[in-house]
Every structure is written in structure tokens, then in C-alpha cells.
């Protein structure tokens, strides 16, 4: 059957809506351009398809038949435009995300993995503390974020992803790690390296010790978990971390968690975006992209 697109197209309008006028209004075309586009296909095919009766249109049992395909044919190239949509948007968009200093430690594992997916994103990557992050945010000037859990708020979309366990690590040597099971009085007596006020685990640990009466001694303040164990290391104190930050130090020896009464405080990762920000196609294949694949690159397995 030699029937072209523009004709089924033309038919598939006049069948849905059972008139030519109609029909012609919604393909911006004249009422003549419609019957003509009608009569080459009826002529093509071989058989009536519309019948008028007074002012009436109906379809014929073959037009009946060939509205069915039409349609199909219709729904199969709106598919098509949108899977190249898709496509032109993940081969050349650009992609604004900002994480929590504490989530770079995987992150940066899975814009790596996502860029190999999608080599033709451009991909811009900050990493700040929650309480920067969470202005980034409300000035709409990222498409996604990563982060520790965000305060209520009705104009966000969160999506939890992943545990994030924070942990109280000392150096191997520390007294403590002699230890099978640490109480959580034994803490008051220690000294702590802490991360800098608006890091989410500072605000999670605060609150922890808060919240059974403990109050600790902290003798340096850092902002970047990188420092906080190096000091450590070093035998400047305890830390609180995620374990996501520590996997290489636990490997190699150089830090040790302990077995502390109550721990881990356990907090997750969330997937935050304006609820009002329409999701580019590129900001979407990487929200799906994390929610699917968050347990390939986040350790879970932590003692
Ligand atoms: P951070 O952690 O701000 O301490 O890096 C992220 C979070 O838990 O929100």
C-alpha cells in the first residue's frame, strides 16, 4: 500500500473527530486540503473509508479498520520523536549538581560512571556543607542535589537512596580500640575533632549527644573530612564520621572504628530537587540513574 504519513495523519484526525472541519482546524490546513489528503488515501487503499450522511461523517467498516492502524502508526512516532528527544537531551545537556562535602566520597564514583553512560553531558560539580547546599537550593541554582536528610519543606522533592552511618572512629593505637564495646560514658573523658558548624554530621552528632545528656570536649573544629582524619590518625582525638568517608583507612589500617554504645548515628542520603524545576532530560537519567544504582557505589556493609 503506498499510503504516505501526511495522509494517515490527515485521516486519523477527521476519524477521531468525525469531521472535516474539525479536523482541519486542529492541522492548521484548509477544509480542500483535508479531502484531498481523504481522497488519495481512499484511492491508495482501494476502498471507501468516510462516509457523509446529511452533515454527518462515518467511518466504513474499512475505515473502521484503518483508523485502528492509524492510530498505532500516530502513537508509534510520538514514541519516536520523544525517544530522540530524550536522546539529543543526554548527548549534549548539562547537568548542575551540588553534593554534601561527606557524599563526594561516592559522588564523584557516580558522575565518573554516569559520564561514561552519557559522554556528551557537560557536568558542573560543587561540593559544599549542608547549609550552603541547602541555598543553592532555594536560589534555584542547581538541578540536583545530594545531601544528608533537608529540613521540611514544601517547596523540595526528597528521595532517600541510601543509609549513611556515622561512626566513631579513633587511630588503632587509641586506648578505646582495645575495647569490645565502648560506653557512651566513656566518651565524656575524650576529646574530639568535630567538623565545622552547617556540616550535616556535625548538626547529627551534636544532637545525638544532646540528646543522651553527654556533653564532649572538642579541640579542633575542621571542615573537611579529609583533615578531620588525618588529625586522628595523628591521635588528636576521636572523630565522628560517615562511614563512606573512611573505606580506604579502614583497608589500610590507619583508623578503626569503634564499637561505641548506641552508634552508629544512622542518617541517609536524599536526592533533593525544587518541586517547581522541571527535571532537563539529563537531570532526570541521572536522578534514575542514582536511585537505581545508589547500592554499587554506597558501602553498606560497615563493621
Ligand atoms: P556534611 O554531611 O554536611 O557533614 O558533609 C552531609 C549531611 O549529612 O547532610
Sequence with gaps: MNVTFRQLKVFEAVARNLSYTQAARELYLTQPAVSMQIKQLEEHTGLPLLEQIGKKVFLTEAGKEMYHYARSIARELEDAGEVMERLKGLESGKLEVTVATTANAFATRML???KQLHEGVTISLDVTNRERLLQQLSDNEKDIAIMGKPPENDELTTEAFADNPLVV??????????????SLKKLQNETFVVREQGSGTRTAMQRFFDEHNLSITSSMEMNENEAIKQSVQAGMGLGVVSVHTIELELETNRLVILNVEDFPIMRHWYLVHRKDKRLSTVAQAFREFVLSKATEFVKVDYI
Excluded: Q, R, T, Y
Design 112 to 114: 565518573a560512571m554516569f
Design 169 to 182: 572512629v579513633a587511630s588503632p593505637g587509641h586506648p578505646l580500640a582495645a575495647l569490645k564495646k565502648v
